[in-house]
């Protein structure tokens, strides 16, 4: 079992920033890649971005070049963070940290939420 908690939420102006992070507890000597995605009202949940344990990183198309996406594999620790820049009122959403182990299993925090004014 993976437990994921989100902090860093809140609500920002448009053009502003905001630092999402993540952090893990249990067997996280089995989690391998991580990542944020979201879902705004009405809508499904998407992917954000991702990155592997190898420091792999992927973004959605609406997001690249304004967030960025980092871990941390300290050795009783994994974190990872989410720097968001630029936010503009289509990023609104309820944001979830994930993580997937060895064997596949995908864990889920429990969603922290990014409001931008315009």
């Known amino acids: 079992q993976v437990q994921l908690v989100e902090s860093g939420g809140g609500l920002v102006q448009a053009g502003g920033s905001l630092r999402l992070s993540c952090a893990a507890s249990?067997?996280?000597?089995?989690?391998?890649?991580m990542g944020w995605y979201r879902q705004a009202p009405g809508k499904q949940r998407e992917l954000v971005a991702t990155?592997?344990?190898?420091?792999?990183?992927?973004?959605a198309d609406s997001v690249k070049g304004r967030f960025t996406i980092s871990r941390d594999n300290a050795k009783n620790t994994k974190t990872v963070t989410l720097q968001m820049s630029s936010l503009k009122p289509e990023d609104v959403g309820v944001y979830y940290c994930?993580?997937?182990?060895?064997?596949?299993?995908?864990?889920w925090g429990q969603g922290t939420q990014v409001t931008v004014s315009s």
């Open positions: 994930n993580a997937d182990t060895t064997p596949f299993r995908r864990y």
């Open positions: 249990g067997n996280i000597f089995s989690v391998n890649a």
């Open positions: 990155i592997t344990s190898g420091g792999v990183t992927n973004y």
